[in-house]
């Protein structure tokens, strides 16, 4: 039986569901396991709510950190790209900044998905990378016309200027 945001979230539109969440906050928790399940038709629209619900950094979703970087592997693009900008918008620990590029490297790799999931996917490993610059080389490397041939030319001007800002914050670090 569907639960009454699960009901929501596939009868409403974006403003309604907000309104509900903010007005049944003891569903938050709901929301969260319904972004981190694999139950299409609901998970990926719990995912894009979420997103639109939470705050930076949301106590309410450091505990579930894990488990989302852990679905990243297995859920489907769309659902895929919610998930990467939910934790956009999280603080990560050195522990799970580690798992999150590995995994966004291996979603940057193929190159028949999205570009706009690729692009998320590559967001991540720029920022983890000007955080520890001796992955610099390796992003670099991963901006190599094999990988970027397949995307539209917003997204190939956008993995450009992150590259060159990540050159820019090493060359800094170097002269210091």
């Not at 705050?55 to 895929?80: C, H, M, T, W």
């Not at 603080?91 to 940057?108: A, H, I, K, M, Q």
């Not at 692009?119 to 920022?127: E, G």
Request: proline share 2%.
């Amino acid at each position: 039986m569907e639960s009454g945001l699960e009901h929501i979230l596939t009868n409403s539109y974006k403003a309604g569901m907000i309104s509900y969440i903010k007005s049944h906050p003891e569903d938050f928790d709901e929301l969260i396991k319904l972004a981190l399940a694999d139950k299409q038709k609901y998970s990926w629209r719990a995912a894009w709510l979420l997103w639109s619900c939470m705050e930076k950094n949301d106590a309410r979703i450091l505990p579930y950190v894990k488990g989302f970087i852990d679905a990243l592997e297995s859920r489907k693009d769309n659902q895929l790209r919610e998930l990467l900008m939910i934790l956009e918008r999280m603080e990560l620990s050195e522990e799970y900044e580690g798992r999150l590029f590995d995994v966004c490297v291996n979603v940057w790799k193929e190159i028949g998905k999205k570009p706009s999931i690729r692009h998320k996917a590559f967001t991540h490993i720029v920022k983890i990378g000007k955080k520890y610059s001796d992955l610099t080389n390796e992003i670099i490397f991963l901006a190599q016309p094999n990988y970027t041939t397949s995307l539209s030319g917003g997204v190939k001007r956008c993995v450009n200027k992150m590259v060159e800002s990540l050159k820019q914050n090493r060359m800094k670090e170097i002269s210091k």
